[in-house]
């Protein structure tokens, strides 16, 4: 039954981060106007509104233009239920999981706003530390790490800048790294970056390969985080850490 209730719990803030991947990017605020269909505007009925349901019974479109609607916002939402089952699982039902459930769920909307602008949002990047330094463990080892991996990747950055002369990583990639360090204390966030970096590997090949744009960096961070923060304990055995 408890289960049952966190993963609808999950469903619903995945429609909510729906909302933020939507509007942030574009600047709308994220209260108003009501949710509407992004192509024909015709304001959205209760029950088309539901999560993953809603796009079921609709068949994948719009109920009143029949336009197709995109399948990230089931996806998301799914994913959102998934994250939620998972740290819920970890952490047990306690005031942290709720923290942590919610820092891994704005990496997910810094992660889809990421693949579809090649940007990352401030307001949605520092929500997500505030919530990593309030999650489990103490707050001031949350802090102190958190503070230790900036610290760390702004060197980094800066050493890169120089040597590439150009603007090696964003800000972004440094809150993102204070917010690993918060959740997964200095030695996970170590493993976690390396985890991004050989999955993201082969798509940056491809990516340069193909003339395509700049490969999406924050999609592999966050799966790497919650990677770690999942399997910790077994992977940190696994290498003999
Ligand atoms: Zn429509």
Known sequence: MEWFF??????CFGSFANVLIV????????????SHCPKCKHKLRIYHNIPLLS?????????????????VYPLVELSSAIIF?????????????????????????LSIIDMKTLMASDSVNFSALAFAIFSSGSFVDNATNAL??????SLLRMGLSSLLKKEAMGEGDI???????????????????FIAAL?????????????????????????GTLVVFIFEQR?????GW
């Open 55 to 71: 796009y079921i019974f609709l068949g994948g479109k719009c109920a009143f233009c029949k336009k197709p609607i995109s399948i």
């Open 175 to 193: 809150i993102l790294g204070a917010t690993m360090g918060a959740l997964l204390g200095a030695k996970g966030a170590l493993l976690a970056l």
């Open 199 to 223: 999955a993201a590997l082969l798509p940056a090949l491809y990516n340069r390969r193909n003339n395509q744009a700049e490969t999406p960096f924050i999609p592999y961070l966050s799966f």
């Open 235 to 239: 992977l940190f055995d696994l290498l």
């Open 85 to 109: 089952t998972l740290i819920f699982y970890k952490l047990g039902i306690t005031v942290f999981a709720i923290f942590t459930s919610l820092a891994f769920l704005l990496l997910l909307v």
């Open 23 to 34: 509007r942030l990017p574009s600047n709308e605020s994220i209260a108003f106007p009501a």
């Open 148 to 153: 230790l991996l900036a610290g760390a990747l």
């Open 6 to 11: 966190i993963i609808i719990v999950g469903l």
